[in-house]
């Protein structure tokens, strides 16, 4: 449902005087002021005030406040709605209930409803027995054309495995703003495609400097996504509620302060919920080390979602974090400092503490989810991968939810492209 001029029912509690608008100015009262009751759309009180006026409508019927979410409030009872400033999504165990909720809003507030989730903040989504498919198909076309890539060349991986990135000082200036505008479409973009995580979070660290290089790597991302515009997030309703995370990382990739990068993932069942590719603030003197703070990372995300679920009433014991570093792992069991380990951060160290709450648990390289996030891949590892991370195609037919993969896409590009 939609909110109709949803700032105009907050209340504000300070007092804000505004002059009288042009063409409605009073003869008698030609130098007064008007005192606000209600907050106005350009006021920075205006979205708080409509927040707090939800909020206590929403309890005063009955609904217990659950947690916030970022910018994604969230209200529970049976019912669990979410509300992004005047776009609200809701959903409940009975279509009576969601029936009760949508009239029960339409009576104080005046609202469009539009019936079953198809698009929120640019997302499609699309639901079925089977599941839920999140995707940005629309959204991939459009800035294929705005960027004027719609009949580039396609590639198969969103970078090369020989590409190495670095300040690139001889190399040919190009136009800053073009190029962060590529970026910061790409960014919104990885919200449903985590297989382009890494290749846009490495472009975005020469922003302040681009050149042709950097420039370049960008529009491979682009003939990437050309290939695959129709892939996003596939979330199963059969999958089950064991939560697990991966970590990796990149021992000094990067080419320019040498600092490892760290690629983490957590998974609900087979459903991708969270994941990153970001750079270690430190630099790593070890392959263990870097290995070491980014499952200290994926540790920190794990505890925040456990303690998150739990408001949903979900219960978990020990959560199992993978792990493709074997030193990593021994470090973190073995209760003695030793030199060898004693010039890793103190702050990492609260991974030993929470060690017997969770699991590491050793994972082949191969099957490394959190490898996509650290480091280019041959085109093999990388679909292998992505499939793993719930990155799929899909197409309708007949009206029902078909889960159709492009296998025969890629091998027919392939062969055309050797």
């Known amino acids: 449902m939609d909110v109709k001029s949803a700032f105009l029912n907050g209340f504000i509690e300070e007092e804000v005087y505004v002059r009288q608008p042009p063409g409605f100015e009073s003869a008698r009262f030609s130098d007064r002021v008007y005192k606000l009751r209600k907050a106005l759309y350009g006021l920075k009180q205006a979205p708080r005030a409509w927040y707090a006026r939800l909020k206590s409508f929403l309890l005063k019927s009955g609904r217990q406040d659950l947690v916030s979410v970022e910018e994604l409030p969230c209200f529970i009872d049976t019912l669990i709605v979410q509300i992004y400033i005047d776009e609200i999504i809701f ?17 104080k507030f005046e609202m469009s409803l539009m019936g079953e989730l198809q698009l929120f903040l640019g997302l499609q989504i699309k639901q079925g027995p089977e599941g839920t498919f999140v995707h940005q198909a629309k959204y991939t076309r459009d800035i294929l054309k705005k960027f004027e890539m719609s009949d580039s060349k396609p590639m198969t991986t969103p970078m090369s495995t020989n590409t190495a990135l670095d300040v690139d000082e001889d190399g ?34 020469y922003q302040a400097s681009p050149r042709t290089s950097h420039r370049q790597a ?12 129709e892939l996003g997030l596939w979330y199963s309703s059969g999958s089950s509620l064991s939560l697990r ?30 994941w990153s590719s970001r750079k270690q603030a430190s630099v790593s003197l070890s392959t263990t080390e870097a290995e070491y703070i980014a499952a200290a990372s994926c540790c920190s995300q794990l505890l925040w979602m456990k303690a998150t679920l739990s408001d949903f009433g979900l219960r978990f014991g020990k959560i199992p974090l993978l792990v493709d570093s074997t030193p990593a792992i021994s470090v973190t069991k073995n209760p003695v400092l030793h030199s060898r380990t004693k010039h890793i951060d103190v702050r990492f160290y609260f991974l030993r503490d929470h060690y017997e709450k969770g699991i590491l648990v050793h994972v082949a390289s191969e099957n490394q989810l959190a490898d996509i996030f650290t480091k280019p891949l041959e085109f093999g590892a990388f679909v292998h991968l992505r499939g793993e991370l719930g990155v799929t195609g899909w197409r309708c037919v007949d009206n029902a939810l078909i889960k159709g993969e492009i296998e025969s896409q890629w091998i027919g590009l392939i062969a055309l492209l050797v």
């Open 91 to 107: 959903g409940g165990s009975s279509h009576a209930l969601v029936s009760s909720f949508a009239e029960h809003m339409s009576r």
């Open 172 to 205: 040919e200036v190009v136009d800053q703003k073009e190029f962060r505008g590529m970026i910061g479409s790409l960014l919104y973009l990885t919200v449903t495609r985590p297989d382009i995580q890494f290749a846009v979070c490495l472009c975005a660290r």
């Open 218 to 229: 960008v529009k491979r991302i682009f003939r990437y996504l050309k290939f695959t515009p």
């Open 245 to 274: 995370g991966f970590s990796d990382a990149d021992h000094a990739g990067c080419r320019i302060d040498r600092k490892s990068t760290s690629g983490t993932c957590q998974l609900l069942g087979t459903s991708l919920v969270s």
